[in-house]
């Protein structure tokens, strides 16, 4: 590796081929690049190669709790990295793609990637940038956040992100000034309904013209990331908690982060089955996972905008079960029992699903008061 990084002038088209090279090159080798975007310089890597991307956060002085977003050259390039796109999310990459627009949304759970601590997410975005799309047209999806050490003003100029972050960007690309340092702005897409995570240079009215019914930033807070092992409250020594998980890799991770709370006490949980489709494909994997709890109730499934499918309920999972920790529950007012009547001081009890059990914490927490 070298230790004195490279600097191109993309300014003139006839250099970018060259400079395209030379990127590719550097992001092989596991480096970063400083890239031009259409809202500021942004620090750019391998978005599969973990020992980059950990290279990038770096380079910004940033830890794994703050993943970057992933640039991608096409909004076709996205039924690859994410799934279950809602059909509004789709309308707005039709509608703000090429541009300063990111989606938060699923993951594809076969990507061999690591971004940090996503919970299962990705953050997309076409940027509207001829250089900065024609590298990706030729290396793929790329982490990209802004060309700055965490704390300081984005850059603007290839200049001022040098300044920042010197040597550990293998190769600087200058295409001049940016004209403003709005950031893209942040819509939340794993919720409903969707949430303005971070506002910037997409005018939340422009975005509401498509999604009508759009949260602004700061509002909606019984959704998104506050439903990411949620508190709900505590009665009797049981805490109540609450996660949006709706695969079984969430929920495992969800019941594993419960595990750790406990702190050698039980955990319990109520599961109630997102979608007759992802029920059908992956109860096995959804009962494996539940079995990192002591107690698993799961209700019937939330259908959302599916028809029932014969034979496809909550048992579905509950019958891949080796013992009697994954119990069938279809009601609420079952599981909530269940749960309450096993629950001793210290123990968790997590209500887990993207539909309407996220309602059940208060319930619960009704029913261990009345004990």
Same mark, same amino acid.
């Given at each position: ?45 391998? &978005?599969? +190669?973990? $020992?980059?991307?950990? !290279?990038? %956060? ?5 830890? /794994?709790?703050?993943?970057? =977003? ?20 789709e309308a707005l990459a039709e ?65 001022? &992100?040098? +300044?920042? $972050?010197?040597?550990? !960007?293998? %190769? ?5 000034? /940016?004209?403003?340092?709005? =950031? ?28 009508p019914d759009l949260l602004a ?59 007759? +489709? ?77 539909g309407d059990v996220t309602a ?12």
């Amino acid at each position: 590796m070298t230790d004195v990084s490279d600097f191109i002038d993309v300014s003139d088209p006839a250099a970018l081929e060259n400079a395209v090279a030379r990127a590719r090159e550097v992001l092989a080798d596991r480096r970063c690049v400083v890239l031009p975007t259409d809202t500021v310089y942004g620090i750019g890597a391998d &978005a599969f +190669s973990p $020992l980059a991307v950990a !290279v990038l %956060l770096a380079a910004k002085g940033r830890g /794994r709790t703050m993943p970057p =977003p992933v640039l991608i050259a096409d909004r076709r390039v996205m039924a690859g990295l994410a799934y279950d796109v809602p059909e509004e999310a789709e309308a707005l990459a039709e509608r703000f793609w090429p541009g300063a627009l990111t989606l938060i949304l699923k993951s594809q759970p076969t990507l061999t990637w690591d971004l940090g601590e996503t919970r299962g997410t990705v953050a997309l975005r076409v940027p509207d940038d001829a250089v900065a799309r024609e590298l990706l047209y030729a290396v793929g999806p790329m982490a990209v956040s802004s060309a700055n050490r965490t704390g300081m003003d984005a850059a603007t100029t290839a200049d001022a &992100a040098r +300044s920042m $972050l010197g040597e550990s !960007v293998a %190769l600087y690309l200058d295409a001049g000034p /940016r004209e403003s340092r709005d =950031p893209s702005t942040i819509v939340d897409c794993t919720v409903t309904p969707f949430r303005v995570a971070r506002q910037g240079s997409v005018p939340l009215e422009e975005l509401r013209a498509v999604v009508p019914d759009l949260l602004a930033e700061g509002l909606g807070s019984f959704h998104g990331s506050s439903r990411r092992f949620d508190p709900k409250g505590e009665d009797g020594g049981v805490r109540v908690f609450d996660d949006y998980a709706h695969h079984p890799t969430e929920v495992a991770a969800a019941l594993t982060a419960a595990r750790d709370v406990a702190q050698g006490h039980r955990v319990l949980a109520v599961f109630q089955p997102h979608l007759y +489709s992802r029920t059908r494909e992956f109860a096995e994997a959804f009962c494996r996972a539940l079995e990192i709890a002591d107690l698993a109730c799961v209700t019937d499934v939330f259908g959302a905008r599916e028809e029932p499918q014969p034979g496809i309920t909550g048992a579905a999972i509950t019958g891949h079960a080796s013992d009697d920790r994954v119990v069938s529950t279809p009601s609420a007012e079952e599981a909530i029992e269940t749960v309450v009547a096993r629950a001793r001081p210290g123990d968790v009890i997590m209500t887990i699903g993207a539909g309407d059990v996220t309602a059940l914490g208060p319930r619960i927490l009704s029913a261990l008061a009345q004990r």
